[in-house]
């Protein structure tokens, strides 16, 4: 202790404050204070870190807190004179080892890590998903197309399924084969899986609006149930198409988006080859393409009348060649000549394949005419009656020239533009048509082939009334004439009022006698009630 300091230097703090400066430190601070401030601060920080005594503590006792408000005081010094006798009790005994107990239950409890499950609430619906599940293949190829291929092989539609055959818009094709297990002999197929998850082929509201099997709605939103009705379509076309006796595939099982059907191709898995492709060989190969040419009229005017369908994309590249014979596929977008556009995509098949066949030479009839060759109910639709129909189409059109030949291409033109209505109600001037009708020009009509198969003229003033009297049949006829004549009211007439209050008095007396006397007759023939009861209770089966 210095002698020059006072008896409180002891007392006095170790800095002194200077005006306008503050604090300043007059003593400097003993290196063991610093030292030992220093590691409390780092003891502090590592118990922050390592301290997990506070997580197993005990648990209150629920005795503890039942009690009322009034108690807590006398339930809180009872609590700590316990804890003060236990800490001042057995001194002598070492300290437990508190952090090797912490240890040890929290290895015990890491076992039961798994069993927080806190990514999600949904633990029992939701499933942990990679993104190599959803993956899709070759654009068609995902895990659930992959599931339904085996299940093909499975039910035993197809024994092997090899590479792509085609690849389109909206499908792939695959080659397949099935094996005969008692024969050993192996059938080639194709299965054709469409487009889900990757598509290129969008536009398919044209074909589906106002088609009937499509009046139950379609979800443009979902690709997958749009075009499992787009699979589903094509199926029961290629029916239609394949029970006419229509060279096509041959359709055996769809589920879902993958239809399997006929392989059109040889032996080897080698498919038949397009139209666009085919190569014809010898001295008449432009005899060869008019035959084919005549051979698809023919087929065209089949799917109409026969099968009630137009093709709607008909061209050389749905079209497969063989042996001088056409084979028809691709008829998802086909439909049903009620179709409000169906029309417009039969003229639109019309020219493609004018166009076609006019590249390879072929002399083609005109657009109109072969529409109505095609959209006439009279007429063969068999061959070779079809053949000979075409060939009369050929010798009654006229020569035509180098400028004949230009305005017939002009008239192809108009014709594909021209409205032409599927209705009475789209008939922009009914009255118009019917005077045409009625003068016997209704021919000139470009829907004259829709309409009515007969449409029976009005009758002249002065000719015999009996026959307008005729058969049920020609008065139904008669109210399908497109002109309202007056002679039509005759039907109306007044005839004689049904009922017997319009009768005569005395022969609604003799009729009211008649059927008295003959009741009476019918009642003298009549069984006693007590007999009918006699029989019907021996005759009838008694309860056991």
């Given at each position: 202790m210095d002698p020059a300091a006072g008896p409180a230097a002891p007392h006095e703090p170790p800095y002194q404050y200077t005006a306008n400066q503050g604090y300043q430190q007059t003593e400097e601070i003993p290196r063991e204070l610093q030292t030992q401030k220093d590691d409390g601060a780092a003891l502090v920080e590592q118990e922050d870190d390592n301290d997990f005594d506070d997580i197993f503590e005990e648990d209150f006792d629920d005795n503890e807190w039942s009690a009322d408000a009034g108690d807590l005081t006398k339930s809180y010094n009872r609590q700590r004179n316990a804890d003060g006798a236990a800490a001042r009790s057995n001194q002598q005994k070492p300290t437990a080892n508190t952090f090797a107990s912490v240890d040890d239950q929290v290895s015990a409890l890491s076992k039961h890590a798994a069993k927080l499950r806190l990514d999600t609430v949904k633990q029992d619906v939701e499933k942990d998903k990679d993104k190599a599940d959803r993956a899709t293949s070759e654009q068609v190829l995902d895990q659930r197309t992959r599931m339904i291929l085996l299940q093909m092989i499975n039910r035993g539609f197809v024994s092997e399924v090899h590479g792509a055959i085609s690849t389109g818009k909206e499908a792939n094709v695959y080659g397949a084969v099935l094996h005969d297990d008692q024969t050993g002999e192996a059938t080639q197929r194709a299965i054709k899986v469409y487009k889900t998850a990757i598509l290129s082929f969008?536009?398919?509201?044209?074909?589906?609006?106002?088609?009937?099997?499509?009046?139950?709605?379609?979800d443009k939103g979902n690709n997958r149930k749009m075009v499992k009705l787009w699979a589903e379509k094509e199926f029961r076309n290629l029916r239609r198409i394949y029970t006419a006796g229509i060279p096509c595939p041959e359709p055996i099982s769809l589920k879902l988006h993958v239809l399997v059907m006929g392989f059109l191709g040889d032996r080897k898995g080698w498919a038949y080859p397009r139209l666009r492709d085919a190569t014809l060989t010898g001295d008449d190969v432009d005899q060869q393409w008019y035959k084919l040419y005549v051979q698809l009229l023919g087929i065209m005017r089949r799917i109409y009348q026969v099968c009630r369908l137009v093709h709607a994309d008909l061209s050389e590249y749905n079209i497969l060649y063989h042996k001088e014979k056409l084979y028809i596929i691709d008829v998802s977008q086909s439909v049903e000549p009620d179709h409000p556009r169906s029309l417009e995509f039969l003229r639109m098949d019309i020219k493609n394949v004018g166009d076609f066949f006019r590249r390879k030479g072929v002399d083609t009839l005109a657009d109109r005419a072969i529409f109505n060759f095609i959209t006439t109910p009279e007429g063969p639709v068999e061959e070779p009656e079809m053949a000979k129909a075409i060939e009369t189409l050929y010798e009654t059109r006229a020569d035509t020239s180098e400028d004949q030949a230009a305005?017939?291409?002009?008239?192809?033109?108009?014709?594909?533009?021209?409205?032409?209505?599927?209705?009475?109600?789209?008939?922009?001037?009914?009255?118009?048509?019917?005077?045409?009708v009625t003068q016997g020009e209704g021919n000139d009509l470009v829907y004259s082939n829709l309409l009515a198969d007969q449409v029976i003229a009005p009758k002249k003033d002065g000719e015999d009334g009996e026959e307008e009297q005729g058969s049920t049949s020609d008065s139904d006829d008669e109210g399908a004439s497109l002109s309202g004549d007056s002679n039509d009211e005759a039907n109306f007439e007044k005839g004689p009022p049904r009922g017997r209050r319009f009768e005569d008095k005395d022969e609604k007396k003799a009729h009211k006698q008649a059927v008295k006397e003959a009741k009476r007759e019918k009642r003298k023939e009549k069984m006693p009630k007590h007999l009918k009861k006699k029989i019907v209770a021996t005759s009838s089966r008694r309860k056991k």
């Open positions: 969008k536009d398919r509201e044209r074909y589906i609006t106002g088609e009937h099997r499509f009046k139950g709605g379609f305005q017939i291409e002009v008239d192809n033109e108009v014709f594909r533009n021209q409205y032409i209505p599927q209705t009475l109600e789209q008939v922009y001037d009914i009255e118009k048509d019917a005077q045409k």
